[in-house]
C-alpha cells in the first residue's frame, strides 16, 4: 500500500511539473509590434481655427466650443475675426474629427466637422 501511495505521489508530482513546463514569457527585447504600431494612446493635434467678420452676423465676437467625438467640451474660448483660436490639446489618437461650433450673441450656432490629419486641425468660419 505504501508503495502504490508513493506511485502515486511521485506521479503527482510529474504531472505537476509538467504542467508547469511552459515556454518562458518573452523578455521584452523580444517582443516586437507590427510596422506603424505605437503604444501611445493619445497624441497632441495642433488646432487653429479663425472667423470673418460675415460669420458672427453684425457682432464683434462670438463663442467658440470644441467638442471630441463623445460630445465632450474639450476647448472653449471667445473669438473675433482679429483674434483667432490656437490651441494644442492631447487627444485619443483614432480622433478623426472635432465639431467647432461658433455661436453669436444672438444665440445662432454654426457648426463645422473639422478633420484631424496629421496632428493638426485647422477651419475657418465664413
Known amino acids: ?74 476647448y472653449h474660448t471667445l473669438l473675433t475675426a482679429s483674434h483667432p483660436a490656437k490651441v494644442r490639446l492631447s487627444l485619443p489618437v483614432g480622433a478623426g474629427t472635432l465639431l467647432a461650433t461658433l455661436t453669436t450673441a444672438d444665440g445662432a450656432s454654426t457648426h463645422a466637422n473639422v478633420p484631424i490629419a496629421g496632428g493638426n486641425a485647422t477651419w475657418s468660419f465664413e
Open 1 to 74: 500500500m505504501k508503495i502504490h501511495l508513493l506511485k502515486s505521489a511521485a506521479l503527482g508530482l510529474v504531472l505537476i511539473g509538467v504542467g508547469c513546463a511552459r515556454a518562458p514569457a518573452p523578455e521584452l527585447h523580444e517582443v516586437t509590434l507590427p510596422r506603424g504600431s505605437t503604444l501611445a494612446t493619445t497624441h497632441g493635434v495642433n488646432i487653429a481655427v479663425s472667423a470673418q467678420d460675415s460669420a458672427f452676423h453684425g457682432f464683434r465676437h462670438g463663442e467658440l466650443s470644441i467638442t471630441n467625438s463623445a460630445g465632450r467640451v474639450v
